[in-house]
């Protein structure tokens, strides 16, 4: 079974000149009782921050978020000590656990930063806070699923403390598979380009649950991300 979520009805966050945030679930201002979160995965935020904007000092706690930038870089510092740029092909992992304050900010003055956003509801709550930064190639990617994150950190990835896996792939034609176990079920997100998800065509923005299925099967250009949850 397929849900789609088209991006053109995702919720709209903007702030001033600086932001344009899409919410793929229910965030802030906006609900929406049919995509609150989809199993694990809470939040997928698209945003666009202008030079020089960005988000002050703010507080998380019992979460698991993951930050990948897809153009441009995004300065954060937080109550950790850590202070960081992350630039175009890293990923960040942050766990909020027992609490954490943190800033982002687009430290260019001419470029804007376009980034996903990712929660997901950890496996308990009250982990000790963690932070965790990374770069997938283009070679990491190219044709392949990439695993970013999962919770024992396997084959380089970010760990996460959730029965989930995050999985990341940058095509140019090609079709990849990926097999779904039993009770599991896959939510993908076209991040850049177009890409057929099990023969449904979907652009960048558009996402799609996918349940009782085998496999998932993707094809088309760009970049896209493949979340595998319990």
């Not at 703010?58 to 990948?68: N, Q, S």
């Not at 930038?69 to 175009?88: K, P």
């Not at 349940?211 to 979340?227: A, I, M, R, Y």
Request: proline content about 4%; glycine content about 10%.
């Amino acid at each position: 079974m397929l849900t789609i979520r088209k991006g053109t009805d995702r919720g709209t966050t903007r702030f001033g000149n600086w932001l344009d945030s899409k919410h793929t679930f229910s965030f802030g201002d906006y609900t929406d009782p049919k995509f609150h979160n989809f199993r694990a995965l809470r939040v997928i935020n698209d945003d666009r921050v202008a030079p020089g904007g960005g988000f002050p000092t703010h507080p998380h706690r019992d979460m698991e978020i993951l930050t990948c930038v897809l153009s441009g870089q995004l300065e954060h510092r937080d109550s950790m000590g850590n202070g960081e740029v992350i630039r175009a092909g890293e990923w960040q992992a942050m766990t909020a656990g027992t609490g954490i304050t943190h800033s982002e900010f687009n430290p260019s003055n001419a470029d804007p930063v376009h980034l996903l956003q990712i929660w997901l509801f950890p496996d308990k709550r009250g982990h000790a806070p963690g932070y965790q930064q990374k770069l997938f190639t283009d070679a990491d990617k190219r044709g392949k699923w990439a695993l970013v994150a999962s919770p024992t950190g396997e084959a380089g990835a970010l760990v996460i403390r959730q029965d989930a896996r995050v999985y990341q792939t940058a095509l140019a034609g090609e079709e990849l598979r990926h097999e779904l176990t039993a009770g599991r079920a896959a939510f993908v997100h076209v991040a850049t380009g177009r890409a057929p998800v099990n023969g449904t065509a979907l652009v960048a923005g558009d996402a799609v649950a996918v349940e009782d299925e085998k496999e998932v099967v993707v094809s088309g250009e760009g970049e896209v991300l493949l979340f595998d949850l319990a």
